[in-house]
């Protein structure tokens, strides 16, 4: 489902050349779960935020689902993540102004999807993570543990293959970052190829993989027990 | 997918409800400013355009020496229509007043205006009863206005009622029309048949331009080709022995707005002020919208992650620019609403402060909603612009960070924004405070005559002219009145203008004199003081052609080369009149300061007298009133008693300034207001994108005050450079304007310095809450944001 060859990606700030990757090769397969760890500014994030299109490589080729997605535009990428990509993110990032319900709505507005079916798919999602008793609220009168919730059925409503999740327990406390540990696994053996960025080894326990990343290079990769691919 | 973006603006706006209404209410106000001053500049463009086919109307000026003169001789529009074939119609106009009696009634009354029959032909003035065509044909008909009819009858079917002015003739009424628009120069409350005038109508003369003229071409762009022809015809007049006058042609849109043209029928406008008005309403406008632009700005760091999010989502930058825009859109509308319901509702008000006569109705036409509509989308997508722009195009992975830094460029453009907002508060300022100071100088300027305590009553009945020397008399008897006279013009709108030179030197020597002929006690009445020689003896004999008695002013002294002193005993001649010098009066202001000071002949011959004058006690105003009132009906019974207050009288002419000063100080206010809602937005944006530094930064050890210093100086910074730009400009357009007196305040540092004061403290004001809100917050919470 992902292969990147020898992706690199610098950031130029005034005088100063950061160098975020380095020469990254790696493939995921369609169902996987992966994790990415490695110490602060390494470039786990710089790295999920290139698979999941919302940024592009300096150098290198990424091919998503087999099509070459590196020097696309702006316009094109957001054509390809719509439905494909499903985003976690450990600071939510739900939108204060809509509830629980239009939050996860919104993922199937921006494909155009009918309102009939809108409502059945986004229910369904809501069941899915059991937030459906509280989709008349606004995200700030959740906990974290729910507002994640809400995030992770956002994610999934449109049936995207691919959820990326950057540390998606980095704000909860263990007991609800467990659960969200559960979704992810559930939606993965339910198919959804899911890439996590994280810094708890406990987390890296669900994944059947863990990318080491150090510098900007992939140091090492181990496998954990699980489904073989 | 819009009902989402609907909910995201309402909800949106519910949440930051503060921000909402300092965005809508800037917005409104700064609409509401615009749209009474274009209302003012398009009433002022909009004079005399009411008649059909306005361009092809042209009055006839008189140009001589230099000076432009509205009136002209009988002769002209009869000999136009004659001999110019291009010319349809021309009518003679001549204005007058006088008391008219209904029955027993006897009513003072100004705007009893004479004009040919062909009035009707060259201007649209509808009649609703009466037939245009033979109204104002026989001698001793008139016109009435509504408002005549409906006050003297109670009704408005008065054909053929009879109304009498100044004892005789009687008129006999043969028409009704509407009162005249607000927007006419020409204003009158009643339109006499000019063949009343038997003298004037039977006599076609170059000599006495008291009348004006209008002409109708048949096409106004043949214009230059009766410039031409009168030319021409002016030529063949002299050649036949005649001495006509230089005549002109000023078409009648352009009178209101013209000025400098003597004897003119209405107060005009001044296309200066029409310019400047234009100019501060289209600075307010570009104010408010700045000011949308930088508070929307500000929430943008707030609303970063919702860009974020909506782009890992799939949104197109087209979507989010549309999202953005339509929020503007929603927000000038809501701005626009309550703009309009602001211009409705004080439209009283600001016509109370222009002068104006405007009506709200004008905006229920479909026109001016669809103008207001075009309008509305219009400042959306200016002022909407910034926003959805920048925040379109923050990249996503920054934005789901939430760590939106403007760029260097924005910043500029913000601060840009800021300084053009303060910059035109400052002039804005700088004007108004030079505008008052120059008004207030005007009002408490010696004029050089005791021009508070003197009062002014029209001689307006022949048996009251009759008996004025036992009125005087008897006037005079009261402790509260110092002196009573009479003369023909009163100070503050003298315009007799005569020619004056040495008693036999030739012609060719021959200056220009204001003229005021008056009666013996004038000098004592006006408390004007004379430096040599003395005033009147106390009854000298009726003038004839060469004993005239003269009080000349140190200024026509000197262009005669004499010193006050030499003057007096010398003979003088101010054609037909000669006679001898008795006293030099020091020089007094007689007109408003606007001229200067121009030479002066005030001589002795009591048959031109038309107004009485009475010089009373400081502070016995009311005694010397009632008095005058029990002489008037003692030896005018049965006439109205009407008075004017000479100061009242200069102050009428500087009615344009004044309404000037109020109006520049009042939108000087509002648009310091907007500034500084704006400026308030700005502050605000800074202090939310400097939280991080902010905590950084009392964690180490920084106080309170420190911090708001901190963030209030660049605001300071703003504000002063603002100011640097306003000085020159404000200099420059001041001085211009001030040169337009002869008399006038002189530009210092002060107005700016106090300028200066007032917007720094405002702008520190305004920041410095922002400022207080950072730096009180707790740091662990602005560290824990990131």
């Known amino acids: ?229 | 997918m819009l009902k989402n973006y609907f909910i995201v603006a309402a909800r949106t706006l519910h949440r930051q409800k503060g921000y909402a209404a300092i965005n809508i209410v800037g917005l409104a106000v700064g609409l509401a400013c615009c749209v009474f001053l274009l209302l003012f500049v398009r009433d002022e463009l909009s004079y005399d355009r009411f008649h059909e086919d306005a361009d092809a109307i042209f009055r006839v000026n008189l140009f001589e020496d230099d000076r432009l003169v509205a009136l002209t001789p009988t002769i002209v529009a009869p000999l136009l229509t004659r001999e110019l074939p291009e010319v349809v119609a021309a009518t003679r106009v001549e204005t007058s007043s006088g008391l008219i009696r209904v029955d027993e009634d006897v009513y003072d009354e100004r705007g009893f205006y004479y004009a040919d029959s062909t009035f009707f032909d060259v201007f649209t003035f509808p009649l609703l009863l009466g037939d245009v065509s033979d109204a104002l044909k026989r001698p001793n008909t008139v016109i009435l206005t509504r408002s005549m009819a409906e006050k003297y009858f109670g009704r408005l079917d008065v054909l053929g009622e009879r109304i009498t002015r100044n004892n005789a003739p009687e008129f006999e009424i043969t028409g009704v029309m509407e009162d005249l628009p607000a927007n006419s120069h020409i204003q009158f409350n009643f339109l006499a048949s000019f063949a009343s005038r038997e003298y004037w109508a039977s006599r076609e003369m170059w000599g006495s331009a008291n009348f004006f003229t209008y002409i109708r071409l048949g096409d106004a762009s043949s214009l230059e080709t009766v410039e031409q022809k009168i030319a021409l015809l002016l030529d063949r007049v002299r050649a036949s022995g005649a001495e006509p006058r230089n005549l002109t042609l000023q078409s009648m849109t352009a009178i209101h707005l013209s000025s400098g043209i003597e004897y003119e029928l209405d107060e005009s406008g001044d296309m200066a002020y029409v310019k400047g008005f234009f100019t501060l309403a289209m600075l307010i406008l570009l104010m408010a919208c700045v000011n949308y632009m930088n508070l929307a700005t500000a929430r943008s760091v707030l609303r970063a992650r919702e860009v974020g999010m909506r782009k890992s989502l799939g949104a197109l930058r087209s979507q989010l620019i549309g999202q953005f825009y339509g929020e503007a859109l929603i927000m000038t509308l809501a701005a626009v609403c309550l703009g309009v319901a602001l211009v409705v509702a004080g439209m009283g008000w600001f016509n109370g402060l222009a002068g104006k006569e405007l009506e709200p109705s004008v905006f229920l036409t479909p026109g001016a909603v669809l103008v207001a509509l075009a309008g509305a989308a219009i400042v959306s997508l200016i002022a909407g612009s910034y926003p959805a722009l920048f925040l379109s195009s923050i990249e996503p992975v920054r934005a789901l960070r939430g760590r939106v830094r403007s760029t260097q460029g924005s910043a500029l453009m913000r601060r840009g924004l800021v300084v053009v907002q303060f910059g035109v508060s400052a002039f804005l300022i700088v004007g108004a405070l030079v505008v008052v100071s120059q008004l207030r100088y005007m009002q408490d300027r010696s004029y050089g005559f005791d021009k508070e305590h003197v009062v002014e009553v029209p001689i307006n009945d022949p048996a009251l002219y009759r008996s004025y020397p036992a009125l005087r008399e008897a006037a005079a008897e009261s402790p509260a009145l110092v002196a009573v006279s009479a003369l023909n013009q009163i100070p503050g709108q003298l315009g007799w203008t005569s020619s004056f030179r040495r008693e036999g030197s030739p012609d060719t020597d021959e200056v220009s004199v204001k003229g005021m002929p008056a009666d013996a006690g004038v000098p004592g009445a006006l408390g004007i003081e004379l430096i040599a020689g003395r005033s009147f003896p106390e009854a000298p004999p009726q003038p004839d052609s060469s004993n005239y008695l003269f009080i000349i002013n140190e200024t026509a002294a000197r262009i005669l080369g004499w010193t006050p002193d030499e003057a007096v005993g010398q003979r003088i001649a101010v054609p037909p009149r000669r006679g001898e010098v008795v006293g030099v009066a020091k020089d007094f202001n007689f007109n408003s300061l606007h001229v200067a000071i121009e030479p002066l002949a005030i001589w002795y011959q009591p048959r031109e007298i038309r107004h009485v004058i009475a010089r009373f006690q400081p502070g016995q105003t009311e005694e010397a009133i009632d008095h005058l009132e029990s002489v008037w009906a003692r030896f005018a019974p049965g006439v109205p008693f009407t008075y004017r207050f000479i100061d009242d009288v200069y102050d009428r002419q500087y009615a344009n300034e004044r309404r000037t000063s109020r109006v520049v100080a009042v939108f000087a206010f509002l648009a310091i207001l907007v500034a500084c809602l704006g400026l308030l937005g700005l502050a605000s944006f800074t202090a939310q994108s400097r939280t991080r530094e902010i905590g950084v930064r009392k964690v180490l050890g920084a106080s309170v005050p420190g911090i708001v210093g901190l963030l209030s100086k660049d605001f300071v910074v703003l504000v002063a450079v603002a100011f640097a730009v306003a000085v020159p400009v404000a200099w420059l357009v001041l001085s211009r304007w001030l040169s337009g007196f002869a008399y006038h305040i002189e530009l210092g540092p002060g107005v700016f310095a106090v300028a200066l004061a007032a917007l720094m403290t405002v702008a520190f004001l305004t920041s410095s809450t922002q400022a207080l809100r950072a730096a009180t917050t707790d740091p662990v919470k602005s560290l824990r944001y990131d």
Request: charged letters at 20%.
């Open chain 1, 1 to 229: 489902m992902i292969e990147t060859v020898n992706l690199s990606k610098s950031y130029q700030t005034d005088e100063v050349e950061t160098t975020a990757l380095n020469d990254v090769s790696l493939k995921i397969g369609s169902g996987e779960f992966v994790s990415i760890m490695g110490p602060s500014g390494c470039g786990k994030s710089t790295l999920l935020n290139i698979l999941g299109l919302l940024d592009s490589p300096t150098s290198g080729t990424y091919r998503f689902d087999g099509t070459d997605v590196s020097g696309l535009s702006e316009r094109q990428r957001a054509q390809l993540r719509k439905g494909n990509i499903g985003f976690v993110f450990q600071s939510f990032n739900l939108i204060d102004e809509l509830t629980v319900y239009e939050n996860v709505e919104l993922a199937l507005l921006y494909l155009g999807v009918a309102a009939a079916e809108r409502e059945a798919r986004v229910g369904a999602a809501l069941e899915r993570t059991q937030i459906m008793h509280r989709k008349g609220h606004f995200p700030q009168q959740l906990s974290g543990g729910q507002q994640q919730r809400v995030a992770v059925a956002r994610a999934v409503v449109a049936n995207p293959g691919l959820i990326l999740a950057d540390e998606p327990t980095g704000n909860l406390d263990s007991t609800n970052g467990e659960e969200v540990m559960k979704l992810l696994t559930e939606l993965n053996e339910s198919g959804t190829t899911i890439v996590m960025v994280t810094h708890s080894p406990a987390d890296a326990e669900y994944s059947h993989r863990t990318i080491h990343l150090f510098d900007g290079h992939v140091v090492t990769e181990k496998f954990m027990a699980g489904p073989v691919v």
